[in-house]
């Protein structure tokens, strides 16, 4: 420690280093503080929810690569990515009761999806986030974070 107090550069290293860390976990302790407030809670809620998805589901549909996978009557999807982005997010389990147990990977196996389609998805998904949310842009790139990880992991065809 010595070392690094008698170094001016180090020191200034240290503080970066120190930032880094608080500035990950500040959103966590944000939502987390006092009552253990979850992530659907933060964003409003049901009504929040609906208009991202109802925002976001056009932009699928008219995107080159996404559009073609999805069918004309987008209406039951966007009911179900409501239901389930719900529950993704800390809400009612209102997926599950209805559906059973989520396995979004498998039920995504029918539909070939590249890594190009995550990207497009999770695009889409920002900018639903800006058009629509009314949320503050911190929360809105702490969303895409979250649904980066299912995004990649439902790839499931090589380039
Ligand atoms: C990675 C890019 C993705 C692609 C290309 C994609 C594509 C699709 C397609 C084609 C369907 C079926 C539509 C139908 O015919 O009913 C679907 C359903 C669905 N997707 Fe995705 N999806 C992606 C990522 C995600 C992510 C990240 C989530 C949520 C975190 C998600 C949640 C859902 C849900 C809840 C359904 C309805 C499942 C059901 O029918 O029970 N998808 N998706």
Redesign the pocket.
């Known amino acids: 420690m010595q070392l690094i107090n008698n170094n001016p550069a180090l020191v200034t290293m240290r503080g970066f280093f120190y930032v880094i860390i608080l500035n990950t976990y500040t959103m966590e302790m944000k939502l987390t503080m006092n009552r253990n407030i979850s992530l659907y809670e933060a964003i409003g809620g049901a009504e929040t929810l609906r208009r991202i998805v109802e925002s976001f589901y056009p932009k699928v549909q008219a995107h080159e690569l996404?559009g073609p996978?999805?069918?004309e009557n987008i209406i039951?999807?966007m009911e179900?990515?409501i239901?389930?982005?719900t529950q993704?997010f800390g809400g009612p389990t209102l997926?599950s009761d209805e559906?059973g147990h989520?396995m979004?990977r498998a039920?995504?196996m029918p539909?070939p999806?590249t890594p190009k389609?995550?990207e497009?998805?999770l695009d889409c998904m920002k900018r639903a986030l800006q058009e629509a949310s009314g949320l503050d842009e911190e929360l809105q790139a702490y969303i895409i974070e979250r649904?980066s990880g299912?995004?990649?992991h439902?790839?499931n065809t090589p380039e």
């Open positions: 996404l996978l999805f069918p039951p999807v179900k990515q239901m389930f982005l993704f997926f559906y989520p979004m039920r995504h539909f999806i389609h995550a497009a998805w649904l299912p995004a990649n439902f790839v």
